[in-house]
């Protein structure tokens, strides 16, 4: 399983090319400011209960960690991560190239991310 962070849409793309027919896990997130915090709370909360999950990744996959932005870039609705990827609110967690998903307080519980990493 490897681990890949990035920041912003094209820089998403770009990762998703570069593991092309991996299975990819997109976890999207408010990015972090100068202090290392998000300025999403749901996003603070939900980040070490997605992550203490990793290591049921399935072998051989790819989890994307992406920081969609400032929050009024986020807030845009032109914003690409809304138009492009119908990602709705932040947090959010993907099997990209699916429809499944878990978005906000779903991630607080380990047992929906545990199920999203586990399903084929």
Known sequence: MAIVEVS???????AVEQNKGKTIFAYFT???GADGV???PDC????PIVRAEL?????GSV???CQTGARPEWKNLQNKFRTELKV??????MKYGTPQKLVEDELLKPELVQMLFSED
């Open 38 to 40: 998000s300025w999403c």
């Open 44 to 47: 603070v909360t939900a980040e």
């Open 55 to 59: 290591h049921k990744l399935p072998e």
């Open 30 to 32: 408010g990015s972090k």
């Open 63 to 65: 989890f994307i960690y």
């Open 8 to 14: 912003g849409y094209d820089d998403f793309v770009k």
């Open 88 to 93: 709705t609110g932040v947090p959010t967690l």
